[in-house]
């Protein structure tokens, strides 16, 4: 059963959440989302108020095209709100330009996205060190060794798209948005082709990401069994966006599984 915490409602329109402390990394004021259909107006997002923060791990929920993809997008900075506002890690997105946008997204989001984000050309260390590149840094390889260690994939650094399995790309495109430190992870159905033990696993990384690294991870998911190791639950349906809370089991997650290779 899913807990429902009742929303802070501060303005006539739209709905606003609870905000817990912690630095805000996503803000977003009165944001709607509207897509013409011949003479007719589809909202897909009606007008939502909330705020994300530092070391947090969110999850977004809901029916096939209730809505979520796009706030995910319009969160990460790919599409633009109909009205409303959003800023992201302090900057307001309506006042950057195309190529301000683009350098925002590689410096401070991750993104893991249901198709395979990966370079087919490139190895999993080659695409960290072309992370570490382009972001005019040294390549950190014993934090690419920890990271790889810790979501079971060290067998398949030298590896290539194309020769890994669906779960192992996914585990790799984790492990590049994770390298590059972002202030968020925009995670969509990345547990959906692993199985019980990896996906717990995966759920704890983005877990000790948000309070280690005090990254915001954001996790599109449909699959029940994480809910309960997030901080806050964000239910959509018909493009209307309500906020329920789950306590995490940290116990729980001290006795999970361990993910097989493969």
Known sequence: MIARISPRSDQTHGTTFQEPSGKEVVHFTEVYKDFPDGDDIIRALSPTSFSLHSGEFISIVGPSGSGKSTLLTIMGGLQKPTGGSVRLDGMDLSS????????LRFSSIGFVLQSSSLVPFLTLEEHLKLRSRYAHEAYN?????????????????????AELSGGER???????????????ILADEPTASLDTPRALAVSDIFFQAARREKTCVVMVTHDERLLGECDRVFTIEDGHTEETGFPRNHAKSRDRPAAANG
Do not use: T, W, Y
Request: aromatic letters at 2%; proline letters at 5%.
């Open 96 to 103: 950057l330009s195309s190529k301000q946008l683009a350098q």
């Open 170 to 184: 996914q585990r790799a495109a984790i492990c590049v948005a994770l390298f590059g430190n972002p202030a968020l």
């Open 141 to 161: 390889a014993r934090k690419a060794r920890s990271l790889m260690k810790e979501l079971g994939i060290e067998r398949i650094r030298d590896k290539h798209p």
